[in-house]
């Protein structure tokens, strides 16, 4: 995993001065400035996934741009009830109690170059793409405990289980977007992203079963794997401010 992120940033920062040489080349070409272009602008993405970006060399058709994005998801659940088997062991039905925990947390970092193909006193139209790293982590956990009659004596039984996927990628980020001026320093943005590229990924399966007699089982599974993947996001929508 060490390789990749050396490959990432590489990529990132040759992108960004390839970038920074043609924007550097359409400045002199057209020495005009549009309204804000003085500005430190952030970008702050609040639908469909939280992110921030930040313009860091605008031109007057071109901006470049990096971009960090953050979706983070924590579920759990605690429940009880009562168990009974069929055919029946016991006459009884008996207490039953289980956990659930879900946590998803996926961070990237991209670089945009963007195009602006139209603009007017009310906004902006624009398209570009770059490149981006990835990280993912999810986590799921269940667990559950019940007692059973076993020769008329009680049994206490235990499971749990525990699912660890982890994920680096690196790829193409496209995206199409409109800003709406809002005021001289303010707008909303509404944009539409497309990603391709390769992913590895790192799995990791966990279960034990426990009696309250002593017996007890573990079982672990680890894989890895690699492949290409592709994702879109059709409508993120986010405020833009001109400090």
Do not use: C
Not at 66 to 76: A, P
Not at 108 to 129: N, Q, R, T, V
Not at 177 to 190: D, E, Y
């Amino acid at each position: 995993m060490k390789t990749i992120s050396k490959h990432s940033l590489t990529l990132l920062l040759l992108s960004f001065l390839f970038a920074k040489f043609i924007l550097a080349q359409d400045s002199q070409a057209d020495s005009s400035s549009v309204q804000g272009d003085n500005y430190e602008t952030f970008n702050i993405y609040f639908v469909n996934g939280y992110g921030l970006s930040y313009e860091l060399i605008k031109s007057h058709n071109s901006i470049i741009r990096i971009q960090v994005d953050l979706h983070n998801n924590y579920l759990s659940i605690d429940s009880e009830g009562s168990r009974t088997n069929s055919p029946a062991i016991s006459m009884d039905s008996q207490p039953y109690s289980e956990d659930k925990k879900t946590e998803i947390i996926i961070i990237s970092l991209a670089s945009h170059f963007l195009y602006k193909f139209y603009e007017s006193k009310f906004g902006i139209a624009y398209l570009g793409g770059g490149p981006s790293i990835g990280y993912s982590k999810h986590i799921y956990e269940t667990g559950s405990s019940y007692n059973e009659l076993r020769l008329g004596s009680p049994e206490r039984y235990s499971n749990s289980y525990k699912n660890l996927n982890t994920s680096y990628s690196l790829g193409l980020n496209l995206l199409l977007g409109l800003k709406a001026n809002i005021s001289a320093n303010v707008g909303f943005f509404a944009e539409s992203h497309f990603n391709i590229g390769k992913i590895w990924v790192e799995n990791e399966y966990s279960s034990r079963f426990q009696q309250s007699s002593g017996n007890s089982s573990t079982t672990i599974n680890k894989s890895e794997g690699d492949g290409w993947f592709t994702d879109s996001n059709f409508f993120r929508v986010g405020i833009s401010m001109a400090l």
